[in-house]
């Protein structure tokens, strides 16, 4: 069965560093998200990617954030400063099937990053 | 505005029991209703995808229902497991963009 693996599992930084969380989503997939989860709330759709490119994001993903895609395979989600509350686990998500985003496909998710800012 | 609520926020049951968790939304145009599984830690696992023409659709002891209606969906755990016990997320989609809109989940807990 086809996995999104994420590194690190946990990541803790001091308020005002900078972290890149990486993912390796399924591969040879064009479309990719990343999502977050602070602790006992919702996950939030943070960005989607497609053919390396942003293609949609949401109020979270504010100028602090940038996506990439380094190497044609790894993404990664940089925080430039991170804050306090951008402690939370960060999910990568990658579609089963590589089609259009409004197909009845299923998602997987990577078992996510735990980011801790002291 | 786009919202999915869950009820009940929490539930404790007994193993090998029954229970329905409900989902409303008010996701429009509606595109499909998808319910995760999310272990404490872990990334949600996908257990069902629902499309505005499906009513029912089983997934082992997991069998969710819809009625694009009244924009409802159950999820049913039949037999519950120790393993079941993990927070259950009504997700639903909407026909313009990529994005989901995440329930806050209800919390299972299966006791021996």
């Known amino acids: 069965e086809p996995e999104v693996t994420q590194t690190p599992s946990h990541q803790v930084t001091q308020m005002g560093q900078e972290v890149i969380l990486r993912c390796v989503p399924i591969s040879n997939h064009l479309y990719f998200y990343w999502y977050r989860q602070i602790l006992g709330q919702k996950v939030e759709f943070l960005v989607s990617f497609y053919n390396n490119e942003i293609s949609e994001k949401s109020e979270i993903f504010d100028d602090q954030f940038s996506v990439e895609r380094p190497d044609g395979s790894n993404f990664t989600l940089k925080i430039r400063s991170t804050k306090l509350e951008d402690s939370a686990m960060y999910f990568c998500?990658?579609?089963?099937?590589?089609?259009?985003?409004?197909?009845?496909?299923?998602?997987?998710f990577g078992s996510g990053t735990r980011l801790t800012v002291v | 505005k786009n919202q999915v609520e869950q009820s009940p926020q929490s539930l404790i049951i007994l193993e090998g029991k029954n229970c329905t968790l409900q989902c409303n939304y008010t996701v429009s145009p509606f595109s499909n209703l998808r319910w995760y599984k999310q272990d404490t830690g872990r990334g949600p696992v996908s257990l069902t995808i629902m499309t505005f023409s499906e009513n029912t659709k089983s997934n082992g002891r997991y069998t969710a229902t819809l009625d694009a209606d009244t924009k409802q969906s159950s999820l049913h755990i039949t037999a519950s497991q120790l393993s079941d016990s993990a927070s259950y997320i009504c997700?639903?989609?909407?026909?313009?963009?990529?994005?989901?809109?995440f329930g806050p989940g209800t919390r299972l807990s299966v006791l021996p």
């Open positions: 998500a990658s579609p089963e099937l590589d089609s259009e985003p409004t197909a009845n496909y299923g998602y997987t």
């Open positions: 997700v639903v989609r909407d026909n313009y963009g990529q994005n989901f809109v």
